[in-house]
């Protein structure tokens, strides 16, 4: 009669299926939670057979299993499955008498299995009532538990077989390693987002010799426009307009140059934005180009930060390679002419 109910019931799983995934999913994006998988199936009735087999009389209908339809959402992160439950909470309604924090159930000397369990429906509206009226279960754990629970079920670790005490051992002792290791990881996310904080605190007041010159940093400086005032200084010689691009890649320049701190970046700045203008000048002033791009100001301050330093055409020659590697034959040209432009010009005479 199960079976039977089963198969009348496979459609309706089916559309149930699509509504709650494609929920989830946009309830996960509209809240920007990343994961690293979501897993979704309707239980075969191959499976539902060999269930029945074994608890098939503690079922009256086939409403009665809540798990026909379940879906799993893996995370990175320890904490983000109790965002995730949130989520889904909000998405869904729970039956909190039968949903089950697995992570609650452990003594204070074991470990295994960690996973959280609701036992969910759609809200009443959201399809035919036919398919509001299916309960299913949503599964969301970590992927070290999710490889846990992998592991658990490829060794044999819960069948019938009795597992020698010291194999039970060693798995309790692997289980409390990978919680560990969840909870480190978990641990390291939010330090990390910390300093990522603190170090914009400080950019933003200005103590630049405090930070860091990292991938991080460099994009925090960024948003302060630090270059904005010299690309407005060299378009205003031909009314030109200026053209957004990124400047990420010129952290690696900096880097070949030297720079540890973003106080050494904007000593760079300080010292060289007279020069890199009539650098700028020096080429714009026989053209009528009338878009530049926003790199202009930094490209040159680049170029006369390793000339006034001494590195003559193979240090401009290593920042053009830096940021374009594929055209060296250019470069090359390129080079060639900074340096005979940069010759006549007053920091090239001291």
């Known amino acids: 009669m199960l079976l039977a109910q089963y198969r009348e019931m496979l459609p309706n799983l089916k559309v149930l299926e699509d509504i709650a995934l494609n929920r989830i999913r946009e309830a996960l994006d509209q809240q920007g939670i990343t994961v690293?998988?979501?897993?979704?199936?309707?239980k075969t009735e191959k499976s539902l057979s060999g269930k029945l087999e074994l608890k098939g009389g503690k079922y009256k209908t086939i409403g009665d299993i809540t798990d026909l339809l379940g879906l799993r959402v893996i995370t990175?992160?320890?904490?983000?499955?109790d965002k995730v439950a949130a989520i889904v909470a909000q998405a869904f309604d729970i039956d909190w008498t039968?949903?089950?924090?697995k992570r609650k159930l452990h003594q204070l000397d074991s470990f295994g299995y960690n996973s959280?369990?609701?036992?969910?429906?759609?809200?009443?509206?959201?399809?035919?009532?036919?398919?509001?009226?299916?309960?299913?279960?949503?599964?969301?754990?970590?992927?070290?538990?999710?490889?846990?629970?992998?592991?658990?079920?490829?060794?044999?670790?819960?069948?019938?077989?009795q597992i020698p005490r010291e194999y039970l051992r060693q798995f309790g002792r692997?289980?409390?390693?990978l919680e560990l290791i969840d909870d480190e990881?978990?641990?390291?996310?939010?330090?990390?987002?910390?300093?990522?904080r603190r170090m914009q605190s400080l950019v933003a007041s200005g103590q630049l010799d405090e930070v860091p010159l990292s991938s991080d940093t460099w994009e925090s400086y960024l948003r302060t426009s630090p270059f904005e005032r010299l690309n407005k200084r060299i378009a205003a010689v031909n009314q030109a307009e200026i053209f957004t691009v990124s400047l990420v890649p010129f952290l690696k320049v900096m880097r070949k140059l030297e720079m540890e701190t973003l106080g050494d970046v904007q000593r760079f700045v300080d010292a060289n934005s007279d020069d890199a203008y009539l650098l700028a000048v020096s080429e714009l002033a026989i053209t009528d180009i009338d878009i530049i791009t926003e790199s202009v100001g930094i490209m040159n301050l680049c170029y006369v930060h390793a000339l006034k330093n001494g590195g003559g055409k193979a240090s401009v020659l290593m920042i053009l390679n830096t940021l374009n590697p594929s055209d060296s034959s250019t470069n090359e040209f390129m080079a060639q002419s900074?340096?005979?432009?940069?010759?006549?010009l007053p920091f090239m005479q001291k």
């Open 338 to 344: 900074i340096v005979h432009r940069a010759a006549s």
């Open 36 to 42: 690293t998988a979501i897993d979704h199936r309707i």
């Open 76 to 81: 990175f992160y320890a904490d983000d499955v």
């Open 185 to 196: 990881f978990s641990r390291l996310r939010n330090s990390l987002a910390d300093y990522r």
């Open 116 to 161: 959280l369990h609701y036992i969910c429906s759609l809200p009443a509206g959201a399809a035919d009532p036919a398919i509001c009226s299916i309960r299913f279960e949503v599964q969301m754990r970590t992927a070290l538990q999710h490889v846990w629970s992998t592991i658990n079920h490829d060794t044999g670790y819960k069948s019938d077989v």
């Open 174 to 177: 692997l289980a409390g390693m």
């Open 98 to 101: 039968t949903s089950v924090d």
